[in-house]
């Protein structure tokens, strides 16, 4: 299937875009749980003293940020990857209209369904 084909570079970058996006998110989850939980204390301690009170706004504001910035990525590779699919499988209905010889111009006076079971005066 030449369609396939031609849009391989198209796949490749809407699943990198869609790993990239969940990648941030998780690491700035990561970072966040690391930097607000009460545990890493020698992590923590090894920052200024003056700066340890903008450290949880800030790994705060970074999970916000990275959850936009994460989600346009992976929502934006979904949706490319999803209009592939869309243009795969209507190449394909195309494909088979055209071999079954249906013309889209054809007149609408065809007999219905019903007709061919009637008998033949």
């Known amino acids: 299937m030449a369609g396939a084909r031609r849009y391989r570079f198209l796949g490749i970058l809407a699943l990198i ?7 941030i998110i998780f690491a700035a989850a990561l970072t966040a ?8 204390a020698m992590i923590v301690a090894r920052v200024p003293g003056e700066w340890r009170g ?22 934006t590779g979904q949706m490319l990857l999803l209009l592939r699919d869309i243009h795969r499988h209507a ?8 071999r079954r ?3 889209p111009g054809r007149s609408a006076d065809r007999p219905d369904a019903t007709s061919r079971l009637l008998p033949r005066r």
């Open 17 to 23: 875009q869609t790993v990239a996006g969940c990648l």
């Open 33 to 40: 749980f690391a930097v607000l939980s009460p545990w890493p």
């Open 54 to 75: 903008s450290l949880a706004p800030a790994a705060i504001g970074g999970v916000a940020a990275a959850i936009v910035l994460g989600g346009s990525l992976a929502i």
């Open 91 to 98: 190449a394909r209905l195309d494909k088979r209209d055209a």
């Open 101 to 103: 010889g249906r013309d």
